[in-house]
């Protein structure tokens, strides 16, 4: 009996596994941030794990409209350096039935600028054509696939 005393004097204190666990896990996803800080109490840890889960949630949530706003600044400065808006080449593209996206558009600005060159002039042309269909009959061959209107005849329509 005496023996049994001692030894169960002698077991160290331990924490609960799922304690530990956690602690290790915790150490683990925050061993990057400071090396002095696994030596420190786990408070400085959890801390600093919570602010940078934090600033990555919200960095995952505004991926998509970084990305958007930054596509559309280059599409700007791409169409701008050929005096084009970006309406004006957007509507001209969909004059002519070309739906593109602008994630495609700024790719073609970038690495393919001769074929960004003719998609520009088909837009313009697109457009010259659509405010010209207005005033006058336009011949068949052309880029716009709408029907031409008909004309309107003196007298009752």
């Excluded at 088909?122 to 209107?149: G, S």
Aim: positive net charge; aromatic residues 8%; contains cysteine.
């Amino acid at each position: 009996m005496f023996l049994t005393c001692i030894q169960m004097l002698r077991q160290p204190r331990t924490y609960p596994l799922s304690r530990w666990y956690k602690h290790e896990k915790l150490k683990e996803q925050a061993k990057h941030y400071f090396y002095k800080s696994l030596r420190v109490r786990t408070g400085l840890m959890s801390i600093l794990l919570r602010k940078s889960l934090k600033k990555q949630y919200f960095a995952r949530r505004n991926k998509d409209t970084v990305a958007g706003i930054l596509r559309n600044n280059r599409l700007a400065a791409a169409t701008s350096e050929h005096n084009v808006t970006p309406h004006m080449f957007k509507s001209g593209l969909g004059h002519c039935k070309i739906i593109l996206s602008n994630k495609l558009l700024t790719n073609l600005a970038i690495y393919e600028p001769r074929t960004f060159k003719g998609l520009i002039e088909t837009a313009q042309r697109a457009n010259i054509e659509k405010l010209r269909e207005r005033h006058e009959e336009l011949p068949d061959r052309r880029l716009t696939a709408h029907r031409p209107r008909p004309k309107l005849t003196t007298g009752i329509h």
